[in-house]
């Protein structure tokens, strides 16, 4: 059965049984703090903890997911993937462990026609520390209705059968579904340790969470409004069943990736090595793909970076097949022939993916050509000796004099069995940073300290002048109890209605007394004051008056809802891919930058600067709110990752006549309608990045 068939099998198998089909949400989800959507359940997290209704009482997906965990075992086992898809049947408040349980098996025995002498049963053991019982609850299911002899049905510890989203969150014990790959038979015990060990002869195929914890930052679990039910079924791990196969990468989820690599690179029977290239290549190349669909760029942080090591690595491998130049950007038909039709959008933007994947491809090979042929000749040095072993100051020096960064050193040393020692490298580093800090000398660049101090309450979203007491002083970066008069210095306030620079808007400025304030920053919470004192000293302890400069902040205020109508009105005209990746907002001008490999059009620049003036004109209200994160992911408002959000989030919604025009994560400060702005002019557009542009 081809893997097109399972998932639409699948689907139509819990449809048939009630169940609301939902399409997949995007592998970045709008919770910046996630990296990627890592499980079926995750766009329902708010439904299992009761914060919002869901469309219907039980619901089915597949949905594309992504760990990185295990990036290191990819391609060298079976099983491990970055991206991959899990098929799922969920169940809000209504049909808990019998049904789930019961249709799990439906599906596998009689729709799939799976042989149930290889199916073993993992439940929960139960967990005396978390005072949780045994689940003997899933145990008389699986004998009593679904008829299986005991000895199919074994007990793990909360390691295996006890399932959490991640560290916090919905959560409950899980009853899991194992499939014997091998036609010799195993007895309980044997096939108990070959589950425990991970062996790719027994393939765990469905994990049935019976969800009904949810579990706090200190590790305690308090019971959900209602007991539910998450279930995930991995498609390519069913695809090998159905498919006969003993490996993932032989399914026809990887097989047209696999063939035309070999193809490009003119590869017939590869030995082991190059088979491990080609599941790597991939592998990867499915999660790049998808991710730069979703308009993701390879970038040095967070999700982009993950991004970026995976075109790496894919890129790197290629070397064992042959490619000395960028390859992977060709081998993107066949990702989208096997992905594009369960995920559409995949097929939208394909020209730019590709275009992207090249060009991070090409620069990756031409900034590191020179470092890999470096370390390459090293490695056919140390190949020939009996225990191959580098310094960590040979494998820092590979980064300092080309940039090869060392964990891509690292990740080529272990494929080649070439030992080091990673706290060697870590102290090559120190000793690096320790250098380059004496060469810059007594810059005084130092900052202040403020750690000590309390933080500060800000009160300027409401209030521009407040009445305040001076916490603490400094002149230069030392902390001194009076600063004369005519002196530069910082000034902390117990209390203060100055906008700190921070999210892309300029810091405040006023007068605190006679001290002028020429800048606000905030440091670990404190807000601290840069300016100088005039005729007068201040003192820690006296009581001021704060004053921040109205008419500069309004001309922030309106500066700032401007950024957010214009990237509302570019993800309008070019698509909702378009992402904000930064931002500086001042009084006189802002600037906005976004993922866009292209330049704008001066014709569609106009339409989108009259765009922007005809939602200023409309005197569109803006409305801002506090609410949880996952409300505001329900309510669709934008993040701008990296960053930090809490859990409870402020956001800026801005109404047009028919419906939401703008709906924004943001701390800034924001005129109260659209219509204070006046009148919105574009300057000039230029590239700031590869990939990214600047209005
Ligand atoms: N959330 C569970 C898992 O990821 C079942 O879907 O295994």
Redesign the pocket.
Known sequence: MKSADIRANFLKFFEQRGHKVVSSAPLLPADPELLFN????VPFKPYFLGEQDPPAPTVTSVQKCLRTSDIDNVGHTARHHTFFE?L?NFSFGDYFKQQAICLAWEFLVEQMQLDPGRLWIGIFAGDSEQDLPPDSEARDIWENTVGLSSDRIIEFDASENF?T?GDTGPCGP?SEIHYDLHDTRADAAEIASLISSGDDRILELW?L?FMQFNRDQSGNLTKLPQQNI???LGLERLAVVMQGCQNNFETDLFQPIICQTMQLAGVESPPAEQQTALRIIADHLRAATVLLSEGLLPGNEGRGYILRRLIRRASRWGRKLGFDSAFLHQLIDPVVEIIGQPYPHLKTNLAAVRQKLRREEQQFIKILQEALNELDSRLVQLNSRENPRISGDEIFKLYETHGLPVEITTEILTDEGIQFDPDEISAAERRHRKRSQGQRGQAGDSQLDLSSLESTDFVGYEQLTLDSQVVALFQDTEPVTTLPAKTAGTVVLKQTPFYPERGGQVGDRGTIEQFTVEDTVVSSDVIAHHGHTGSEALTVGQSVTARVDRSRRQSIMRHHTATHLLQAVLREQLGDQIMQSGSFVSSDYFRFDFTCDHPIEPDLLRTIEQRVNSLIYQQNPVEISQMSRQQADAEGALAFFGEHYGEEVRVVKISGPEDNLSCELCGGTHVTNTGFIGLFVITNETSVAAGARRI
Not at 38 to 41: F, N, Q, S, T
Request: hydrophobic fraction near 50%; glycine fraction near 22%.
């Open positions: 890592i499980a079926g359940m899990m799922g399932w989203m899980c994990n969470v998450d279930t995930g």
